[in-house]
């Protein structure tokens, strides 16, 4: 059976790095381009601490060190449920992480259950850590919770409907969140600052930039930039939902659509370009330390662009990507699928590894392990929530 297993994995290694396009290559997409509007000026900001969605408040997914070398689970931490939530890891390794069995669970780096949470509804988002250890999330039931480093509920704010987005907490400990009809803003201590309502579901998470400007899609196709007061400054209207998180990059914003397309605006709103691809576009885009964009689409391409729209390559295997690139110092690229496989690619699109987790367990099959979670990274590991209802660790 395992000289079977071992076969296999090779094969699909095979076709998937044959599936894979050449740098430079490109699909059948199409660039379309503002008027009048200057060249982008990259600025990847790598963070050291990976400690919310997409690993700092400008959610570009950018490691400051190396992420593994090579995909081998190092351990798998049971939960009783689907992990769709992404993992935060505190500043001593631990790792945080949501599951729709309604728990946070606080892991230590070998593996270890230290504690859990249970909420009033399932936890899809991811939580968010702030400079003192404390852990804000959000809830299936409509609540926004902030938990002490020992797992101790400290307070509840109820914000209403199912919340899917994941908080992003700024240098004053004002939490941002999307919310069942809206975006709010909650102070450290747990009072409301704003509620802008929307009438409509927000599952994008928001990005905060140094002025306490939010930045978020909604399930009416719009991207919203709303100041620190609460107020409207601008939206702007793709053609269907956007549940994609945005990057935010110097003054470019970056995100996808269920349009189909990828966009990318200015922060005051004006459009630079967008690409059309085929497929929806939930996948949250990653910025390379290069400045490059990298982001995955339903049409099972990983597309890396440059920050002004030009395809620098394209990467095919042949399965659904929803899930979100993370990216290491050195430009190497992690990103789970839909089929259960988690891949590393170099920056120019070479695979380097493919771990196959359908694969893992024989006798088990028929369950799901559909990837929808982002990968964290921390000293050489990766961590990452799986369909099957576990969280896995990656690397020696």
Known sequence: MRKYILISGLIIMLAVMLSACAPGGSTAGQLEKGKNIAPALPRPVPVEQWSCFKGGALRQSLYAKAGPVVGEIKWKFPCSAQVD??????????????????????????????????????????????????????????????LDPKGKLTWKVQLGGEIFSSPAIGNDGRIYTGCGDGIASVSGDGKIIYHLKTSCKVESSPVLDENGTVYIGAADGKIRAVDKDGALLWDYSTGDAVISTPALSNDRLYFGSDDHHFYSLDTKGKFAWKYSTAGKIASSPAISPMGNIL????????????????????????SKISSSPAVDSYGNIYLGTESGFLFCADSKGNMKWLLDLRRQDPEQQDVKREIFSCPALYNNMLFIGCGDGSVYAIGK
């Open 85 to 146: 939530s992404s993992p935060a890891i505190a500043s001593n390794g631990d790792i945080v992480i949501g599951s729709n069995d309604q728990n946070l669970y606080r892991i230590s780096p070998d593996g270890k259950q230290i504690w859990s949470y249970r909420a009033g509804g399932t936890i899809i988002s991811s939580p968010a850590i702030d400079k003192n250890g404390d852990i804000v999330f959000t809830g299936g039931d409509g609540g926004l919770y902030k």
């Open 295 to 318: 982001v995955g689409s339903e049409d099972s391409y990983l597309y890396s662009f440059d920050p002004n729209g030009k395809i620098n390559f394209v990467f095919s295997h042949s």
